[in-house]
């Protein structure tokens, strides 16, 4: 560890014995999935902001891997995702045990683009996404027997309220969650027990002491760093990205949902529409610039119906640094020189201005 010590002490009570003993209980059901030929524990840890949510997963999977396991990990936080970039959903097989400078390799992650701050800007493409995501990750388990056995663990967001909340219903339906631990609020602990089946566990665990709340400062730092460390790497593994031209031509631009507008505007006897999941066409234009592109594995369709889009996967980003509409053209930082590997970007309200 490096940098100035703001206060140093040894803390007389510590949640780690409940960490540990969770993770006695998780191996003894992995050890009981794989005599039996089941799945294995799917754990979803919940909570509000800044309580160890993703740091308890972490502490999880790195248990089960030193066990001999290989567990799926899940990261369900638009605003902090400590797999990929933020406006994203996530998962990946945890392979080896997470390096406290670099985080879990992600070599074998899946990424699915939200494009928002936010769950609460569209909640219904968000539970879309989430149903993808789940179905992706039991085509794997179905594949891989290892990780059926070994379980899921779900990180999720702090959002616990109205929409949030109602997330976090449908991600423990949608995943058949068995265990779900809830971190510092038992209010939700109870809520949770009251709307979900009884088969599923609902426990409350102490947060740690060590735990500290960030600032909103503090968490646009988070973002950015995560967003420089994809194009540049760190000091001690530099990545070196690539500056590139795309004509307007080459590519096509789609924005996901859009906001529904207000009763009060529209005429007499109508009702606004549902746009939460409909893909519109986004020209290049100079308010893009700065924005990140998610760089979509789908194929371009033609006609209105272009709903394959949204469920899925993307392969990664790039941001666009300038506009140039007399040369119709667009320049973006992007991780790997031409070509790209699809002609379909998505745009995210997430910003990055690279000053290098």
Same mark, same amino acid.
């Given at each position: 560890?490096?940098?100035? @010590? ?38 979803? $840890?919940?909570?509000? *902001? ?20 290989? +567990? ?13 970039? +933020? ?13 406290? *400078? ?28 989430? &149903? ?21 663990? #779900? ?34 602990? $109870? ?13 409350? @665990? ?13 968490? &646009? ?17 530099? @990545? ?18 859009? +906001?529904?507008? !207000? ?10 529409? *549902?746009?939460?999941?409909? #893909? ?12 990140? @592109? ?7 369709? *033609? ?25 119709? &053209?667009?320049? $973006?930082?992007?991780?790997? +020189?031409?070509?790209? !590997? ?15």
């Amino acid at each position: 560890m490096s940098g100035n @010590l703001e206060d140093a002490y040894v803390a007389s009570e510590t949640p780690m014995v409940y960490y540990v003993n969770i993770h006695t209980a998780l191996e003894q059901l992995r050890v009981k999935a794989e005599e039996t030929k089941t799945a294995g524990p799917r754990v979803m $840890v919940v909570g509000p *902001d800044d309580v160890g949510k993703t740091t308890l997963c972490r502490m999880l999977c790195n248990w089960a891997v030193r066990s001999g396991h290989l +567990p799926i990990y899940v990261d369900l936080d638009v605003n902090q995702n400590s797999i990929s970039l +933020p406006g994203t959903i996530s998962a990946l097989a945890v392979e080896r045990t997470s390096l406290v *400078d670099e985080g879990f390799s992600v070599d074998s992650q899946i990424s699915y683009h939200f494009g928002l701050k936010s769950i609460n800007d569209n909640p219904v493409l968000y539970r879309k996404l989430i &149903t993808a995501l789940r179905d992706t990750i039991s085509l794997r388990s179905e594949q891989i027997m290892a990780s059926l056995y070994s379980g899921v663990i #779900i990180n999720t967001s702090g959002s616990v309220k109205d929409e949030g909340y109602k997330s976090l219903v449908h991600t423990a339906e949608e995943f058949e969650v068995s265990i779900i631990l809830v971190l510092d609020q038992e209010r939700l602990r $109870v809520e949770l027990k009251r709307d979900l089946p009884d088969y599923i566990k609902v426990l409350s @665990l102490p947060k740690s002491g060590g735990v500290v709340l960030k600032s909103q400062d503090t968490r &646009t730092q988070n973002k950015n760093l995560k967003i420089h460390e994809y194009f540049y790497g760190t000091s001690q593994k530099p @990545l070196y990205p690539h500056s590139i031209e795309i004509s307007f031509n080459e590519v096509n631009i789609y924005k996901i949902g859009a +906001p529904q507008l !207000p009763d009060h505007l529209l005429p007499m006897g109508m009702k606004s529409e *549902d746009n939460s999941t409909k #893909i519109f066409a986004q020209p290049p234009t100079s308010q893009l610039i700065n924005h990140l @592109l998610a760089v979509s594995y789908a194929d371009d369709v *033609d006609g209105d119906d272009k709903s394959s889009i949204i469920e899925t996967n993307i392969a990664g980003f790039l941001v666009v640094t300038k506009v140039d509409q007399e040369k119709g &053209t667009f320049t $973006v930082l992007s991780p790997q +020189p031409k070509p790209l !590997p699809s002609n379909v970007l998505l745009v995210s309200e997430i910003q990055f201005v690279d000053l290098k």
